[in-house]
Antibody
Framework: EVQLVESGGGLVQPGASLKLSCVAS????????MSWVRQTPGKTMEWIGD????????NYAPSLKNRFTISRDNAKSTLYLQMSNVRSEDTATYYC???????????????WGQGTLVTVSS | DVQMTQSPSNLAASPGESVSINCKAS??????LAWYQQKPGKANKLLIY???TLQSGTPSRFSGSGSGTDFTLTIRNLEPEDFGLYYC?????????FGGGTKLELK
């Protein structure tokens, strides 16, 4: 059974940094692209970025590219999201996803974690 | 970025009825659209990808149609477990983008 378990969320002050983790199990982690997606309190869903199966390539939503960094450790089956200079508008539930698809078909999000809530407030 | 517009935002129906949720892209995305279901306390579930391909485990009462800019998710013979939030997502080009969601409620 595919499982994705996020952690690292919580209350953080504006301007601070935070690193989220996602531990994967039930599939060969190093075979799949992975993404981070967030959902605001108003239920808007936003893709943050993804990382290639070997960690050699990343893509980001243009609006988040300068502050968020995605990485992975295939030996630990763990995906990371480093968030810097956080703002109130980053308050959201953050999900990691396993991506399916191909270069030609694009990526859809076949499996999701339960999410971790990040609240940015002073 | 491709903007995705879902309609309606809210939908009320009764078990046994059929409903349709629409998703419109700001430019052609070929057939590359996915649909997801979100329910409280559960992981989001992929229902359909590439417009009409059912993900393994998706009940056959769900169907997807459309291409280009206009897509539809149809749920026939609603079951009690079908009530929740539904999102579309285009997977034609980066950045992947979502619709605003449709809340399917019990009438």
């Amino acid at each position: 059974e595919v499982q994705l378990v996020e952690s690292g969320g919580g209350l953080v002050q504006p301007g601070a940094s935070l690193k989220l983790s996602c531990v994967a199990s039930g599939f060969t982690f190093s075979d799949y692209w992975m993404s981070w997606v967030r959902q605001t309190p108003g239920k808007t869903m936003e893709w943050i970025g993804d990382i290639k199966y070997d960690g050699s390539y990343t893509n980001y939503a243009p609006s988040l590219k300068n502050r968020f960094t995605i990485s992975r450790d295939n030996a630990k089956s763990t995906l990371y999201l480093q968030m810097s200079n956080v703002r109130s508008e980053d308050t959201a539930t953050y999900y990691c996803t396993r991506d399916d698809g191909t270069y030609y078909e694009g990526h859809w999000f076949a499996y999701w974690g339960q999410g971790t809530l990040v609240t940015v407030s002073s | 970025d491709v903007q995705m517009t879902q309609s309606p935002s809210n939908l009320a129906a009764s078990p046994g009825e059929s409903v349709s949720i629409n998703c419109k892209a700001s430019k052609s995305i070929s057939k590359y659209l996915a649909w997801y279901q979100q329910k409280p306390g559960k992981a989001n579930k992929l229902l359909i990808y590439s417009g009409s391909t059912l993900q393994s485990g998706t009940p056959s009462r769900f169907s997807g149609s459309g291409s280009g800019t206009d897509f539809t998710l149809t749920i026939r013979n609603l079951e009690p477990e079908d009530f929740g939030l539904y999102y579309c997502q285009q997977h034609n080009e980066y950045p992947w983008t979502f619709g605003g969601g449709t809340k399917l409620e019990l009438k």
